[in-house]
Nanobody, 116 residues
Framework: VQLVESGGGLVQPGGSLRLSCAAS????????MSWYRQAPGKERELVAN????????KYLDSVKGRFAISRDNAKNTVHLQMNSLKPEDTAVYYC??????????WGQGTQVTVSS
């Protein structure tokens, strides 16, 4: 099983980034896919998730209207489009795939830094 995130980087406040997560080694289309983030000194928090067929999404209140999660089951990928980025969005962002325990997988994370 592999989840490989990409797309992180340094961006100015108000800018945009698109994170991608490429999945392999499991039946991607059956899993709920999520993006979490963890800032220094803080607990990991759920940013957004999307159900197996992509028809239902949920967001952290602080990112509603700015972030959008999407998935492509044909390509085994999930994306997080992040717009109007703020310094408080700075964190390591992790991709997660979850079905039922113990089927719960994590990527290695990608750093997002929002700073002028």
């Amino acid at each position: 099983v592999q989840l490989v995130e990409s797309g992180g980087g340094l961006v100015q406040p108000g800018g945009s980034l698109r994170l991608s997560c490429a999945a392999s080694g499991f039946t991607f289309s059956r899993y709920v896919m999520s993006w979490y983030r963890q800032a220094p000194g803080k607990e990991r928090e759920l940013v957004a998730n999307i159900n197996s067929w992509g028809g239902n999404t949920k967001y952290l209140d602080s990112v509603k209207g700015r972030f959008a999660i999407s998935r492509d089951n044909a390509k085994n990928t999930v994306h997080l489009q992040m717009n109007s980025l703020k310094p408080e969005d700075t964190a390591v962002y992790y991709c997660n795939a979850r079905l039922v325990p113990p089927y719960d997988y994590w990527g290695q994370g990608t750093q997002v830094t929002v700073s002028s």
